[in-house]
């Protein structure tokens, strides 16, 4: 079930409000535990068998881990990290070490049949942050129902936000919802909803219609559109869909972490993971990186190419996965190293940010073909023929074929709702605006009002006459 279709929208999502709203405090949390797992269950009864087990074996492992003393409890700890990062191999990866054992030692092992649960990447990565701070801080939840409808709350279930348990204690241990919550909640589901329905169904429906085009028969100008496509859509999708997690979760009373702030105005590889999955850096971060040593203790390049591969291999089950990530660590490798660095010459401020802004985007949306293409080789070509290198025979396709009145309009709005215009736009011009809405205070507020609605019907109407609907961080 996911957020944008028509049986969530109108039948699941107005049910589990009315339940919620209607149920006495005490049976609020019990009640919201049921409708994520039945939400979960949408997906496949096997998947939920596997998610139950993670709960489980987790809750008793934070139990086991508060209560023991001393060294021992680091032990337990380990016991407890490598169980769940062996279920994620075992689930995500064990085809693909199978195939490539395979590939190099000409051997003929079959490849299991393996159902990759649903959102194991990130309820996987909740269970470990939830052992992890109990070692550290001897913090425990001993209510099953509090730990379980944490981990599996359905908002931020398949795709996170990825979430800590402190984030969320003092609501599951008393929830406090106000009218501005909830309205600010609509204003965010709304929007979340429209970026996914309305801008990245449509630009992804011409990104996969080049993408299916042979390398070998595709024009650098058609490549670049395809690339730029799958940049927005990618965008668009995931934090379309973290809006409508946040703003489901201001529903229930839980403020979920940010996890995007506008990534495409970066101006350095470093910054764009600052914007960009932010919940999942900072668990990187804080739960490899600075036990690694971070900044302070051993080589902090090798610390962050660690972090880079983990954060490639966490993704997929591809070595085009693996390559990506690397791909982003040693450009923050190189930007680290040259950080202090000054330019022989100089350059206009204006110009140096446009340069730093132009390499960025130009490293990411390369990087995103990786991101794209599973096989390596393919992913490669692709990329070449982004820049005209390679065996082109012949070019299929001219780019007017693609790029019409239609996708150029929604590929503009795309851009456009990429830069954070009230950050952008001159101070002058922002504060004419403020001393506008002080004086006619009533009417920015219908204004607004009026216009999600407007894009709530719009996102509708796409809704129901489309067939286009994935999310491409499911299979994450």
Request: net charge positive.
């Amino acid at each position: 079930m996911v957020f944008s279709s028509v049986i969530f929208l109108c039948i699941f999502l107005p049910a589990t409000l009315l339940g919620y709203y209607i149920l006495p405090a005490k049976a609020r949390n019990i009640f919201l535990l049921v409708a994520s797992l039945i939400f979960y269950a949408w997906g496949g009864p096997k998947h939920l068998i596997y998610l139950l087990s993670s709960i489980v074996v987790n809750y008793f492992f934070g139990i086991i881990i508060a209560k023991t003393p001393g060294k021992a409890k680091k032990t337990v700890l380990a016991v407890a990290v490598i169980a769940n990062v062996f279920s994620l191999l075992y689930f995500k990866y064990t085809g693909m070490l199978i195939e490539t054992a395979n590939g190099l030692f000409k051997t003929d092992i079959r490849v299991p049949e393996i159902i990759l649960p649903l959102g194991i990447s990130f309820y996987t990565f909740q269970c470990m942050s939830y052992i992890i701070d109990v070692y550290r801080t001897g913090e425990v939840e001993t209510d099953p129902v509090k730990y379980a409808l944490y981990i599996s709350m359905f908002p931020q279930l398949l795709q996170g936000p990825i979430i800590r348990y402190s984030d969320v204690k003092d609501t599951l241990d008393s929830p406090k919802i106000s009218a501005d919550d909830f309205t600010r909640g609509i204003e965010r589901f709304i929007i979340g909803l429209a970026k996914k329905a309305v801008i990245a169904n449509t630009l992804g429906e011409v990104c996969d219609r080049i993408f299916e085009i042979s390398t070998q028969n595709i024009s650098p100008q058609i490549a670049w559109l395809g690339a730029i496509l799958y940049t927005l859509q990618l965008y668009f999708d995931f934090s379309g869909y973290t809006d409508m997690a946040i703003g489901i979760g201001k529903f229930f009373g839980f403020n979920f972490r940010e996890n995007f702030n506008y990534p495409y105005i970066s101006k350095s590889i470093t910054e764009f993971w600052r914007r960009w999955h932010i919940t999942l850096s900072n668990w990187f971060r804080d739960y490899l990186y600075i036990p690694l040593g971070g900044n302070r203790t051993g080589n902090v390049y090798i610390n962050l190419l660690i972090v880079f591969l983990a954060t490639g291999i966490w993704h997929g089950a591809a070595w085009s996965f693996l390559v990506w990530g690397l791909w982003h660590g040693i450009f923050m490798l190189i930007e680290r190293a040259l950080r202090e660095k000054e330019l022989p010459f100089r350059l206009p401020a204006s110009l140096v940010s446009t340069l730093k802004w132009g390499y960025t985007m130009i490293a990411v949306t390369c990087g995103w073909v990786l991101f794209k293409i599973e096989d390596l080789p393919e992913a490669l070509s692709y990329i070449g023929a982004m820049f005209g290198i390679g065996r082109h025979d012949y070019n299929a396709f001219s780019l007017g074929f693609f790029l019409d009145a239609r996708l150029a309009f929604f590929l503009a709005i795309a851009i456009i709702c990429c830069v954070p215009w009230g950050e952008v736009l001159p101070r002058m011009i922002s504060c004419r605006i403020a001393q506008f809405c002080d004086s006619n205070k009533s009417t920015p507020g219908i204004a607004r009002h009026v216009s999600l609605l407007v894009l709530l019907v719009i996102s509708f109407i796409f809704i129901v006459n489309s067939t286009y609907s994935p999310f491409i961080y499911f299979r994450f």
